[in-house]
């Protein structure tokens, strides 16, 4: 069957640049969550949704972080202004309420 | 606050090789502790889940154990095929619907 996908899979941008990042989770699972992993690292938790509600989003590291997922199954989380220490692997899982997450391959971003 | 510590941060062995990795977790009330495995490029994949002190999963080479300060991953025998990162984690105390506290991960060389 079909895991979570994402998309791209690789992204540079220039500083100051827009940049968003698409999660295609596994069908039916109502959880889903965004993670920011750094090289060496592991991965940090950004926000979470319960289908299209955004239920927590204390992990956005500013204002410049914005997530949604308006019909509870594809989401997408947004960067603007884009800097340097923005560049990392975005990771999303999902998972049927309250039970194990599973990963999609991440986006690696490079901001130059 | 919730922290997951894990040792070594690094670790080659020999095929065939015995050993544990540990991962020490402080958090009040402990709702899961997940042990994931992540290949270079790619999101992590779940391995096992642990809920209560004395608790033993076992998969394959991997055994997960489960106390009530750490958890060990005990691999036995291991191949080079089981070089990756193993990244721990535990649910975090929040309204975030079980978002994950990952530790750093411990990088295994198993060298033929």
């Known amino acids: ?111 130059l | 606050e919730d922290q997951v510590t894990q040792s070594p941060e690094a670790l080659r062995l020999q095929e065939g090789e015995s050993s544990s990795l540990n991962c020490s977790y402080t958090v009040s009330g402990l709702r899961g502790l997940f042990w994931y495995r992540q290949d270079p490029g790619k999101g992590p994949e779940f391995l096992f889940t642990l809920y209560s002190a004395g608790e033993e999963k076992e998969k394959e080479r991997l055994k997960a154990t489960l106390t009530k300060k750490e958890s060990f991953l005990h691999i036995t025998a291991p191949k080079p095929e089981d070089s990756a990162t193993y990244l721990c984690a535990v649910r975090r105390n929040s309204n975030s619907g079980y978002a994950l506290n990952f530790g750093k991960g411990t990088s295994l060389l198993v060298t033929p």
Not at chain 1, 13 to 39: E, M, N, T
Not at chain 1, 63 to 81: C, H, M, N, W, Y
Request: aromatic share 10%.
């Open chain 1, 1 to 111: 069957g079909a895991g979570v996908s994402q998309s791209p899979r690789y992204k540079v941008a220039k500083r100051g640049q827009d940049v968003a990042l698409r999660c295609d989770p596994i069908s039916g699972h109502v959880s889903l969550f965004w993670y920011q992993q750094a090289l060496g690292q592991g991965p940090e938790f950004l926000t979470y949704f319960q289908n299209e509600a955004q239920l927590d989003k204390s992990g956005l590291p500013s204002d410049r972080f914005f997530a949604e997922r308006p019909e509870g199954s594809v989401s997408t989380l947004k960067i603007q202004r884009t800097q340097q220490e923005d560049s990392a692997v975005y990771l999303c899982a999902s998972s049927p309420l309250e039970e194990t997450q599973y990963f999609g391959p991440g986006t690696r971003l490079l901001v």
